[in-house]
């Protein structure tokens, strides 16, 4: 299986290469490839768990277990190239032309040698599964380098080979968008998990987020609630969070994590369980003020979905879901209308699509989206939602408190 890419792609990866090579020389390279290279590098972090990481523990694994001498130093190389990829989301995506020689470079560079590398495991028989680490690979890197730059990714269709555990929780998380200092991810809890035990973050906030069919208790502090519709949920900075599924089958709990303080993925190394002590939780109403007037998710986007017209309704302000340390998470629910809809802004934004379909336009890109899809928006680069039918959607950023 060969990656293939996109003639947008094959440009402005050449002159990434081009640039390079001769000196670093950005006198080649204009606005439109700026915007381009910001958008394939947000497209390539949000494969830092997904591609990267789970491509690295994944050949970790067959390592651990033994592979043919010949092919080893392939699978150690590979592994190599895999931590460098990973360690890319520390970095800040430039907003000049150093995010096409520097930024979008190595992204291009690295992928092609661990591909190299695996290829030469593959052809050695490194191990009965290295071919299907290769093939994974390969699927959740496809969608953004044959793409145009825009990166959608629907939540009803998630790769394999693209979660972490994280540790102490077990609970497999998903990435779906991967900004600056914030993520929209959806964690999975098997039939058999009771549910996601209770923790905290010290320098990072949340928004739990709950669809239909949803059955069990969110607990947030010395309170919980019992839900059975969707929610969404603020959680602060060292607030004790978790959740009690009682519905008997696999439930997703997709949910929003961020910190200005944090880079990288904060959320899997600022996690501490709170471990098996008892606590006696008093049981208040879902949007109660000892449950950080949490909201009712599904009931807010129905009837936004009935209404007429573009509006605008924000369902969690910044300063309920941080602090002045590290920013507020902040969500807002929208409706187009019919007529294209502006969503340019200073701050890197996640959307949701809820209900609708249409386009979106990002600098010189547009693709087509409906509901489930999400995709990031850059900041201060130029946005347009056109919809087809009224587009309903969530939208996320952090935003500095005072």
Same mark, same amino acid.
């Given at each position: ?5 996109? /003639?947008?792609?094959?440009?402005? /990866? ?50 651990? /277990? ?11 190389? !590979?592994? =190599? ?5 990973? !360690? ?40 009965p599964t290295i071919e299907l680490i ?40 998903? &990435? ?14 098997? &039939? ?14 949340? =928004? ?16 919980? !609630? ?11 900075? %060292? ?18 994590f961020g910190s200005q303080r944090l ?26 003020? !000892?449950? %950080? ?23 969690? &302000?910044?300063?309920?879901?941080? %602090? ?52 990031? =928006? ?25």
């Amino acid at each position: 299986m060969s990656l293939r890419v996109s /003639s947008k792609y094959a440009e402005i /990866s050449e002159k990434a290469r081009w640039g390079h090579t001769h000196g670093r020389s950005l006198l080649h390279l204009g606005p439109a490839d700026v915007e381009a290279g910001r958008l394939y590098s947000y497209g390539f972090r949000t494969q830092t768990i997904g591609a990267f990481h789970g491509a690295r523990t994944a050949l970790l694994g067959i390592l651990e /277990s033994g592979v043919s001498k010949d092919a080893e130093s392939s699978v150690q190389q !590979a592994i =190599i190239l895999l931590s460098q990829l990973e !360690a890319r989301a520390m970095d800040e995506v430039p907003t000049d032309a150093r995010v096409v020689i520097s930024t979008l470079y190595f992204y291009d560079l690295w992928i092609h040698e661990v591909l190299g590398a695996l290829d030469t495991a593959c052809a050695r028989r490194a191990h009965p599964t290295i071919e299907l680490i290769r093939q994974h690979f390969v699927e959740n890197i496809q969608p953004v380098v044959a793409g145009n730059g825009i990166y959608v990714t629907n939540d009803t269709d998630l790769p394999e080979q693209g979660s972490f555990t994280v540790p102490n929780l077990n609970i497999f998380i998903r &990435p779906i968008v991967y900004g600056d200092y914030h993520s929209w991810n959806t964690g999975h809890l098997s &039939p058999e998990q009771y549910g996601v035990a209770v923790h905290r973050h010290h320098l990072g906030a949340e =928004i739990h987020l709950g669809f239909s069919h949803v059955k069990g208790e969110t607990i947030l502090g010395d309170a919980f !609630a019992d839900v059975r519709e969707g929610y969404a949920m603020p959680i602060p900075p %060292n607030t004790n969070h978790g959740f009690r599924n009682t519905s008997g089958e696999e439930h997703i709990v997709p949910f929003i994590f961020g910190s200005q303080r944090l880079g990288g993925w904060g959320v899997f190394f600022d996690v501490e369980p709170q471990g098996d002590v008892p606590v006696q939780r008093a049981e208040h109403a879902l949007d109660s003020a !000892a449950m %950080n007037h949490s909201v009712f998710l599904d009931r807010e986007i129905a009837k936004m979905a009935q209404g007429k017209g573009a509006e605008r309704t924000l369902l969690i &302000p910044a300063e309920r879901a941080g %602090n002045c340390e590290i920013g507020g998470l902040e969500l807002a629910l929208t409706r187009t209308g019919t007529a294209p809809m502006e969503l340019t802004g200073p701050d890197y934004r996640i959307v949701s699509v809820q209900h609708g379909a249409g386009k979106v336009r990002i600098g010189e890109s547009e693709v087509e989206v409906r509901a489930r899809d999400h995709f990031g =928006i850059p900041a201060d680069m130029p946005c347009t939602l056109t919809p087809n039918t009224p587009i309903v959607f969530l939208d996320s950023r952090i935003l500095p408190l005072t």
